[in-house]
């Protein structure tokens, strides 16, 4: 079993509670979501890495689309895999 923890920091806790309410009602079986103050936090299980990936696509994903929705993070996104391609 593959488990990893993500967190997500906000200067406010109402940013915090916008990405919240955003993606919490696709937590599942693989994924629970939880606020802290400033913070929205993700912990996510998988059976194998290849799922654990996925996941965690989905989840950096739905962030991407709630802060840009929200308006918190504008401009470009940041190319965190190194391909050039904007994702």
């Known amino acids: 079993m593959y488990r990893l923890s993500i967190?997500?920091?906000y200067g406010s806790p109402e940013e915090a509670m916008t990405v919240?309410?955003?993606v919490s009602?696709?937590?599942?079986?693989y994924v629970?979501?939880?606020l802290e103050g400033c913070t929205v936090r993700f912990d996510i299980t998988a059976n194998d890495a290849g799922?654990?990936?996925?996941?965690?696509?989905?989840v950096m994903s739905c962030l991407?689309?709630?802060?840009?929705?929200?308006g918190i993070?504008?401009?470009?996104a940041?190319?965190?895999d190194g391909d050039s391609l904007g994702e």
């Open 64 to 70: 991407k689309v709630a802060e840009a929705a929200s």
């Open 20 to 22: 919240y309410s955003a």
């Open 7 to 9: 967190a997500a920091e």
């Open 73 to 76: 993070v504008t401009g470009p």
């Open 78 to 80: 940041a190319d965190l």
């Open 51 to 58: 799922s654990m990936r996925s996941a965690m696509d989905d």
């Open 25 to 29: 009602p696709d937590d599942d079986s």
């Open 32 to 34: 629970s979501s939880t």
